[in-house]
């Protein structure tokens, strides 16, 4: 092996040591401890190992062949993460499916959990509370209601409100506007927009006259059309063409070089405070990662926890406003709006530049 080699080898090593010293997540990557026969993902809360007796590995089935078997404490094949995950989501539909909110003792009980454990998996896996999807289900349905043009007063009574004083008390955190504005629906607006392949999928791109509006990625053109106009009804669609070149090899770009998303013209429909948190969402450099309640402290509301993973929910712009940068407190990689395999592939991407 050449000098130039073993130098970059011993640089590489060191600096992932001393991500896993200081309990760094590091998406991707996995440490082995010689001594007990385990591998890890970095944040795991197991005791710091001698540095001696640490390996890395870059995927389970690279350390596996090296004679380590999984940690049960951090779980690095995911195996229980995907069992709760998927208890998370028959307890998602069954709060889709009821007309009031299941009691979260019959949730827990159902998934198979005691009451306070069951509570931190749907934390951990939606970003909300069972009480604050169940607002998510009704708001969707209110503003499904106000887009169709219906009354405010009929459109908060059928989404199960039970009056629109809850409503107009925080419009921002339920629907990300006031209900007028939700019923107006982009009247009187152009909105161009058009679709391009990625290494990371199907992508919709969408701009006003102020600039991009919303960035998603989706299965197919049909689907990425329908949620455009889901969100703008009201107003005139039309398809860019060749008009959104530049702009669309700008946002592919962003998964090669997300530091450019910086230069991009956006024009975000949201709150102040849902624009707090896209702000400092943007902040976040590439290659680092932040949790909700560190990023409910960084702009000042440490108990708004819910209303932070809200907003990053609520996010339009995808690649440009990077939420798929927020993750578990234990280092996993919780959900994302446009699919955990696209999060995993851009936070991977994002730590080896």
Same mark, same amino acid.
């Given at each position: 092996?050449?000098?130039?080699?073993?130098?970059?080898?011993?640089?590489?090593?060191?600096f992932?040591?001393?991500?896993?010293?200081?309990r760094?997540?590091?998406?991707?990557?996995l440490?082995a401890?010689?001594?007990?026969?385990?591998?890890c993902?970095?944040?795991?809360?197991?005791? *710091?190992? =001698?540095? !001696?007796? #640490?390996?890395?590995? +870059?995927?389970? @089935?690279? /350390?596996? &062949?090296?004679?380590f %078997?999984?940690?049960?404490?951090?779980?690095?094949?995911?195996?229980?993460?995907?069992?709760?995950?998927?208890?998370?989501?028959?307890?998602?539909?069954?709060?889709?499916?009821?007309?009031?909110?299941?009691?979260?003792?019959?949730?827990?009980?159902?998934?198979?959990?005691?009451?306070h454990?069951? *509570?931190r =998996?749907? !934390?951990? #896996?939606?970003?909300? +509370?069972?009480? @604050?999807y /169940?607002? &998510?289900?009704?708001? %969707?349905?209110?503003?499904?209601?106000?887009?169709?043009?219906?009354?405010?007063?009929?459109?908060?009574?059928?989404a199960?409100?039970?009056s629109?004083?809850?409503?107009?008390?925080?419009?921002?955190?339920?629907?990300?506007?006031t209900?007028?504005?939700?019923?107006?629906?982009?009247?009187?607006?152009?909105?161009?927009?058009?679709?391009?392949?990625?290494?990371?999928?199907?992508?919709?791109?969408?701009?006003?006259e102020k600039?991009?509006?919303?960035?998603a990625f989706?299965?197919?053109?049909?689907?990425?059309?329908?949620?455009?106009?889901?969100?703008f009804?009201?107003?005139?669609?039309?398809?860019?063409?060749?008009?959104?070149?530049?702009?669309?090899?700008?946002?592919?770009?962003?998964?090669?070089?997300?530091?450019?998303?910086?230069?991009?013209?956006?024009?975000?429909?949201g709150?102040?405070f849902?624009?707090?948190?896209?702000?400092?969402?943007?902040?976040?450099?590439?290659?680092?990662?932040?949790?909700?309640?560190?990023?409910?402290?960084?702009?000042?509301?440490?108990?708004?926890?819910?209303?932070?993973?809200?907003?990053?929910?609520?996010?339009?712009?995808?690649l440009?406003?990077?939420?798929?940068?927020v993750?578990?407190?234990?280092?996993?990689?919780t959900?994302y709006?446009?699919g955990?395999?696209?999060?995993?592939?851009?936070?991977?991407r994002?730590?080896?530049?």
């Amino acid at each position: 092996m050449s000098t130039d080699t073993e130098t970059h080898m011993d640089s590489r090593t060191e600096f992932l040591w001393a991500a896993l010293e200081s309990r760094q997540p590091r998406p991707g990557m996995l440490y082995a401890v010689t001594t007990q026969g385990v591998y890890c993902r970095f944040g795991c809360p197991s005791r *710091l190992p =001698l540095k !001696r007796n #640490v390996r890395f590995f +870059t995927g389970c @089935a690279e /350390a596996e &062949a090296a004679g380590f %078997r999984a940690c049960r404490r951090c779980d690095p094949r995911g195996e229980r993460a995907a069992l709760q995950a998927e208890a998370v989501r028959a307890a998602c539909a069954l709060i889709e499916q009821a007309e009031s909110l299941p009691p979260l003792a019959a949730l827990a009980a159902r998934a198979g959990y005691a009451r306070h454990h069951f *509570l931190r =998996l749907f !934390r951990e #896996v939606t970003g909300l +509370t069972p009480g @604050a999807y /169940a607002d &998510a289900v009704k708001a %969707r349905r209110l503003r499904a209601a106000l887009a169709d043009g219906a009354r405010v007063a009929d459109a908060v009574a059928g989404a199960g409100f039970g009056s629109e004083s809850r409503v107009y008390e925080k419009p921002g955190r339920l629907l990300g506007m006031t209900p007028g504005a939700a019923r107006r629906g982009g009247a009187g607006e152009e909105i161009r927009y058009a679709f391009t392949p990625s290494p990371l999928g199907l992508l919709l791109v969408a701009r006003t006259e102020k600039g991009l509006c919303r960035i998603a990625f989706g299965p197919d053109e049909a689907t990425l059309e329908g949620e455009l106009a889901a969100r703008f009804p009201r107003a005139r669609l039309l398809p860019g063409g060749a008009g959104m070149a530049a702009e669309l090899a700008a946002v592919v770009g962003l998964i090669e070089e997300p530091r450019a998303a910086r230069a991009l013209p956006l024009d975000l429909r949201g709150t102040a405070f849902q624009h707090r948190v896209w702000q400092a969402l943007a902040e976040i450099p590439p290659g680092q990662t932040t949790t909700y309640s560190e990023l409910a402290a960084r702009i000042g509301q440490p108990s708004a926890v819910r209303a932070v993973a809200a907003a990053c929910g609520a996010n339009p712009a995808a690649l440009a406003v990077p939420c798929h940068r927020v993750i578990g407190w234990d280092g996993s990689l919780t959900g994302y709006r446009w699919g955990l395999p696209r999060k995993r592939a851009l936070l991977d991407r994002e730590a080896a530049g």
